[in-house]
Each structure stands twice: as C-alpha cells, then as structure tokens.
C-alpha cells in the first residue's frame, strides 16, 4: 500500500525495530528503544547488495 521501510516502534528491542532491505533482508537501520544504533547504507542504497532503499540519506 506504498509503505515500504514502516517499522514498529515503542515496544521492547526485537526485530520489528529494524528496517529492512527489501532486496536482500538484511537490516539496513537497527533501532534499540529511541535510538538509531546501526545504519548501513551508503548513498542512500544498502550497504550489502547496493538495492536503492532511500531517495536521500
């Protein structure tokens, strides 16, 4: 329904806290509570398998 990247937040650290490449699954930005803890990207593309995943980052 055009919502790619949505993550759930406000809930104890667990997967649904993590954005995902839609490429290759793995978590491109890693939350823990209200923090960013881990971002992998790089231009705005995955950092794994180079998918475009943000139009500006």
């Keep these: ?3 790619k990247y949505a993550f759930l937040g406000n809930v104890p650290p667990g997967d649904y806290d ?3 490449c839609p490429s290759c699954g793995k978590p491109v930005i ?3 509570y209200f923090w ?3 971002i992998n990207l790089k231009g705005g593309r ?3 398998c180079g998918e475009r995943v943000l139009d500006h980052y």
Excluded: I
């Design 1 to 3: 329904m055009g919502l």
């Design 18 to 20: 993590y954005t995902y």
């Design 30 to 32: 890693k939350r823990e």
């Design 36 to 38: 960013v803890s881990e």
């Design 46 to 48: 995955c950092a794994y």
